[in-house]
């Protein structure tokens, strides 16, 4: 037998979605090849993404379509020799080098389902400092790292879990946010998929920071290899002490149990999200009381998206002060933008905050993909403002967004090229929101139904200036009197797009009454 | 083929789950997973067993897009129509697939083969239009892999 070869292809939704599996197929029927199912590197442009180890380096092949894996045997790929597909060293590739890799410095480097590999490049390191520091020392770990809830809201992580931490009651919970329905997101899938161990770790971090003992991660159903890797991460935490009784031979024991969402948008709205892992309808909840206090089953309870969550073993490990010096103003740390739609190279960037939507679009993006002109740019998911090409040299920020009206959010980025019609797309985010909204609340339920009408009405030229009026006074309502966000929300890409895009509302025969 | 409804086995499935009301989504899921529907003496059972009133699990139901309540064809295809996609040509994708299949979204082909559905983001942005069959993803899918894709991809 020869000497054996390291070869990694992507076992991850995207780089699947394009020919990963058979690809990995047809490469571990080689011989001397070792096989490594890793996450995506996150240059989803790129996958299929196939890397094979030279001497301890990385050479990295891609595109990778099966079709192409006949040439690149011929080429004598496991040397690393030259292809037309080469892309050289996997370290020096300027969109993965240009990168602030904290939450994801694991993902695509390593076999997500290796402890091994896990402890190798810093594995629960994060977990065994704050099993020996307790939870008062998290908290304040947590506090100088400056870190905001990931998953839109931004919320000071540190505020909430001291919330739980000092609420009273014996039985408290994690509840992890991977209901990631947002177009143009998919940072918790990868993470799920590529170092699904690092969410596990800051669950249990998060459960000893506020005394719980039992953590449910909810998963929505749209993404079934996420699932299948991420109960396969489950039961091998188990498997080596990771997860259950006495973890490690500390007094600290801690459960997780993975429940599916079912298609339903608004679950992914926190309170929705609880009601759905108690096995009701998705329909919110009022706040107060705070899910903090009053949360799981009535418990107090820590709500926290997956790539906060994620961050958070890095912090103990390294020190929030590091996570700190990332990032200005009250926009800490890193965050893994993700480019998606109609952009050259799409896939996830993970930089400090701070850095301009245009660099993120033209540096990493390289431009739509179509080739033609960049029209409009929504930030934040379907309930994120439209942004002109204008407004591109604003820093993400938190703040900086706030003040032109946008959001960050979970970090999506979507481009548009020149020919979108912004009219449908405003008419679309009342339709969603007519598809999607829980019912609960008057403004969001018959509201978005109405919004529909109106669009329909200015653009096909009744009464023109009235309908805007009606428009503009319908969203104000939706936005001072939705329960949540989806209600409260689903008017900024409206008014947007009314405001930076008026002559798509013009009815095609361009009459104007 | 259709599944033929079972009382023990959808005892089993409930069971399961510890027959706990609060796993209710989760044996759902178990549900169309074996019987692709939840037919209504799916629902007689688990709120018997459950002890739920029927409208409850009925409200259940009908509140996620997951659990559809008739039999769907045998294999499922969903196009996604979110944002990202539509930046790619997804609506042009969802009339061309609408007039190959010869349906609606929503429907099943008359042979009982492929039903269309509309999904709302498959987290697979960066390769869009997405398109799931069965329970594979399918990424940066023009009109000329949709029509490869039907003529191979899922149970047919």
Redesign the interface.
């Known amino acids: 037998m020869g000497q054996q070869t390291t070869v990694y292809v992507p076992r991850e939704?995207?780089a699947?979605?394009?020919g990963a599996n058979e690809v990995a197929v047809k490469l571990a029927a080689l011989e001397n090849v070792d096989l490594i199912r890793n996450g995506s590197w996150g240059a989803?442009?790129l996958?299929p993404m196939v890397e094979v180890e030279v001497d301890g380096t990385r050479i990295a092949y891609g595109p990778i379509t099966p079709d192409d894996v006949e040439s690149l045997v011929d080429t004598n790929f496991l040397q690393g020799a030259d292809h037309p597909l080469r892309l050289g060293p996997t370290h020096e590739i300027p969109y993965l080098i240009d990168q602030d890799r904290w939450t994801f410095h694991r993902v695509g480097r390593i076999d997500p389902l290796s402890i091994d590999a896990y402890t190798a490049f810093g594995g629960f390191s994060g977990l065994k400092k704050a099993l020996d520091a307790g939870p008062g020392a998290i908290l304040n770990e947590l506090r100088t790292s400056g870190l905001r809830g990931r998953g839109g809201a931004g919320f000071p992580t540190a505020i909430k879990w001291q919330t739980v931490a000092e609420a009273s009651g014996e039985q408290k919970y994690i509840a992890c946010n991977a209901d990631?329905?947002?177009?143009?997101?998919?940072s918790?899938?990868m993470l799920m998929e590529g170092d699904p161990l690092s969410l596990i770790e800051g669950m249990l971090i998060a459960g000893l920071a506020v005394g719980a003992d039992k953590g449910y991660v909810y998963l929505r159903?749209?993404?079934?290899?996420t699932r299948t890797i991420f109960i396969q991460a489950l039961s091998l935490a188990r498997k080596h002490g990771w997860l259950g009784q006495n973890i490690q031979g500390s007094d600290f024991s801690f459960e997780i149990d993975l429940?599916?969402?079912?298609?339903?948008?608004v679950c992914g709205e926190e309170t929705a999200m609880l009601e759905?892992?108690?096995?009701?309808?998705?329909?919110i909840r009022y706040k107060p009381p705070l899910p903090a206090l009053e949360g799981l089953?009535g418990k107090p309870t820590v709500v926290n998206n997956v790539i906060t969550l994620a961050s958070v073993p890095g912090i103990l490990a390294l020190g929030g002060e590091r996570y700190a010096s990332y990032g200005p103003g009250r926009s800490k740390g890193t965050l893994a933008f993700?480019?998606?739609?109609?952009?050259k190279r799409?896939?996830?960037v993970e930089k400090a905050f701070g850095l301009t939507l245009r660099e993120l679009i033209e540096d990493f993006g390289g431009g739509t993909?179509s080739g033609r002109p960049l029209r409009a740019v929504?930030v934040g998911g379907?309930l994120g403002a439209y942004i002109p090409e204008a407004d591109l040299d604003t820093p993400m920020d938190y703040e900086k967004f706030a003040e032109i009206g946008a959001m960050i959010g979970h970090g999506?980025i979507?481009?548009?090229?020149d020919t979108?019609n912004m009219a449908t797309?405003a008419r679309?985010a009342m339709e969603?929101c007519a598809?999607?909204s829980?019912g609960k609340c008057t403004p969001c339920r018959i509201g978005s139904v109405r919004g529909v009408e109106v669009i329909d009405r200015i653009v096909a030229n009744e009464n023109r200036e009235a309908n805007l009026a009606l428009l503009d006074d319908l969203c104000d309502t939706m936005v001072d009197g939705s329960l949540c966000a989806m209600g409260g929300m689903t008017p900024f890409p409206v008014q947007s797009a009314v405001k930076h895009f008026p002559t798509d509302f013009l009815s095609p025969d361009g009459e104007n009454t | 083929m259709a599944i033929r409804y079972d009382a023990t086995i959808a005892s089993e499935i409930i069971n399961n789950f510890d027959t706990?009301?609060?796993?209710?989504?989760?044996?759902?899921?178990a549900f169309v997973a074996r019987y692709a529907f939840i037919s209504d003496e799916a629902i007689r059972q688990i709120a018997d067993e459950l002890n739920l009133s029927r409208a409850d699990v009925h409200?259940?139901v009908s509140?996620?897009?997951?659990?559809r309540t008739t039999q769907p064809g045998k294999r499922i295809i969903k196009i996604c129509q979110?944002?990202?996609?539509?930046?790619?040509g997804s609506r042009d994708l969802t009339e061309h697939a609408k007039k190959s299949l010869g349906i609606n979204l929503n429907e099943t082909t008359r042979d009982g083969e492929t039903t269309l559905e509309a999904?709302?983001?498959?987290?697979?942005?960066?390769?869009?239009p997405?398109v799931?069959i069965d329970?594979a993803?399918?990424?940066?899918v023009d009109k000329r892999r949709f029509d490869s894709l039907t003529a191979t991809a899922g149970a047919k």
């Open positions: 939704t995207a699947v979605s394009l989803s442009w996958e990631e329905g947002d177009s143009g997101t998919f918790d899938r159903s749209e993404y079934p290899l429940h599916l969402g079912a298609g339903s948008y759905s892992l108690e096995g009701k309808a998705g329909l089953f993700q480019l998606a739609g109609n952009v799409g896939g996830l993909a929504q379907p999506g979507v481009i548009f090229d979108v797309q679309f969603f598809v999607e829980c | 706990k009301p609060e796993m209710l989504v989760q044996i759902l899921h409200g259940v509140f996620y897009h997951d659990f979110a944002e990202a996609c539509q930046a790619m999904i709302y983001c498959l987290g697979n942005c960066a390769c869009s997405a799931m329970d993803v399918y990424g940066r």
